[in-house]
């Protein structure tokens, strides 16, 4: 199976603060059509998961323009441009590349 | 609006069934893959099967193969999972989720298995 190693795990942040999480694959996520099926979801607390970011930079409609995907092959990340309170919850990077599609291991955003 | 229900979870004795349903609305359902996933309790997310859009085609994650069952019946605008054989590690939100990109997700249902 391909794994998702997200850093850090915890990620305490000032709001209008930026804040960046780290997503490393253990092999590369390119698929046979050459897409880069990297995505990044945000699980505020006590909510179901919902999607960001898709195809590594792709921003899903509604969010935030913030919120920046960046990266390629194996290394890939989320930023945040100025934090806000809204945005408190763990973010997973998910690769569906490879079946089993994996998570990572969630990252902690929280308000320092 | 598109919306996915899930429905079915409950409290089962380890080595019981249950079955789980997912219903889709607002989207051409026929048209795309379809996904479960879990969370246990305090825990990450997992992928555990999905299914193409004329069912041709499904995938389970290795601690579910032989157990669970995915399946779809795209005149019901519906998807499920049949679980069979539970064990305590199987308690968790089960969500389903749009596609193999997981655009949309339900708001889960809770799997509890103990005795």
């Known amino acids: 199976d391909v794994v998702m190693t997200q850093s850090p795990l915890s990620l305490p942040v000032t709001l209008g603060q930026p804040a960046s999480i780290s997503c490393r694959s253990s092999?590369?996520?390119?698929?046979?059509?050459?897409?880069?099926?990297l995505n990044w979801f945000q699980q505020r607390p006590g909510q179901s998961p919902r999607r960001l970011i898709y195809k590594v930079s792709n921003r899903d409609s509604g969010v935030p323009d913030r919120f920046t995907g960046s990266g390629s092959g194996t290394d890939f990340t989320l930023k945040i441009s100025r934090v806000e309170a809204e945005d408190v919850g763990v973010y997973y990077c998910m690769q569906s590349t490879h079946w089993p599609f994996t998570f990572g291991q969630g990252t902690k955003l929280e308000i320092k | 609006e598109v919306h996915l229900v899930e429905s079915g979870g409950g409290s089962v004795q380890p080595g019981g069934s249950l079955r789980l349903s997912c219903a889709a609305s607002g989207f051409t359902f026929s048209s795309y893959w379809m996904s479960w996933v879990r969370q246990a309790p305090g825990k990450g997310l997992e992928g555990v099967a999905n299914i193409n859009q004329d069912g041709s085609e499904k995938y389970y994650v290795d601690s579910v193969k032989g157990r669970f069952t995915i399946s779809r019946d795209n005149a019901k605008n519906s998807l499920y999972l049949e679980m069979s054989s539970l064990r305590a590690e199987d308690t968790a939100v089960y969500y389903c989720a749009r596609g193999q990109w997981m655009d949309v997700w339900g708001q889960g249902t809770t799997v509890t298995v103990s005795s």
């Open positions: 092999q590369s996520l390119v698929n046979s059509d050459g897409n880069t099926c």
